[in-house]
């Protein structure tokens, strides 16, 4: 997928800065509300587990590109895109039909060739689940590459000091 010149800011090829459509920073913590619809339960009216990672993805994505992050100048810009080469999911309790919920992301570390992540779903303050993600960088063969400088200079200021 190209991106397009909305998508992308001058000359770096990560994107550009801007609010995440449905999704804000609270300090170094990104925060995505959506609402649980009828598509995301089973029968009984329970988010269907796999979901969580939809929600997941989409969350992190929006808090990408607030960062100023577009996957496609990404992958366009600098041949680089990312991967999930980890995923650990603790689930705690259900998310219903109708409740609104938020996946909360936080960066852990930004090293040579990943990222590593923590986000947490969560309705009203209370955890339903707990993902713990690191995402690969690869260039379109597949293989490792090392995350491109603008990439790093966008994500740095999200990771602890020390994770950097």
């Given at each position: 997928?190209?991106?397009?010149?909305?998508?992308?800011?001058?000359?770096?090829?990560?994107?550009?800065?801007?609010?995440?459509p449905g999704g804000r920073?609270?300090?170094?913590?990104?925060?995505?509300?959506?609402?649980?619809?009828?598509?995301?339960?089973?029968?009984?009216?329970?988010?269907?587990?796999?979901?969580?990672?939809?929600?997941?993805?989409?969350?992190?994505?929006?808090?990408?590109?607030?960062?100023?992050?577009?996957?496609?100048?990404?992958?366009?810009?600098?041949?680089?895109?990312?991967?999930?080469?980890?995923?650990?999911?603790?689930?705690?309790?259900?998310?219903?039909?109708?409740?609104?919920?938020?996946?909360?992301?936080?960066?852990?570390?930004?090293?040579g060739a990943h990222i590593?992540?923590?986000?947490?779903?969560?309705?009203?303050?209370?955890?339903?689940?707990?993902?713990?993600?690191?995402?690969?960088?690869?260039?379109?063969?597949?293989?490792a590459v090392r995350l491109?400088?603008?990439?790093?200079?966008?994500?740095?200021?999200?990771?602890?000091?020390?994770?950097?």
């Open positions: 997928m190209a991106a397009t010149d909305a998508d992308t800011d001058s000359g770096t090829g990560v994107g550009a800065p801007g609010p995440a920073f609270e300090g170094t913590e990104h925060v995505y509300p959506l609402r649980v619809y009828h598509e995301d339960t089973d029968a009984g009216g329970i988010v269907y587990y796999a979901n969580y990672l939809k929600f997941a993805e989409r969350a992190r994505t929006e808090m990408m590109r607030g960062a100023g992050i577009s996957h496609g100048a990404l992958l366009d810009g600098h041949d680089a895109a990312f991967v999930v080469s980890r995923c650990v999911v603790d689930y705690r309790r259900p998310a219903l039909l109708d409740d609104v919920i938020e996946v909360r992301t936080t960066i852990g570390t930004v090293a590593e992540a923590v986000q947490r779903v969560e309705r009203a303050g209370e955890l339903l689940a707990s993902i713990g993600l690191r995402l690969g960088c690869v260039g379109r063969d597949g293989r491109p400088a603008p990439l790093r200079q966008a994500l740095s200021p999200l990771a602890p000091a020390g994770q950097r």
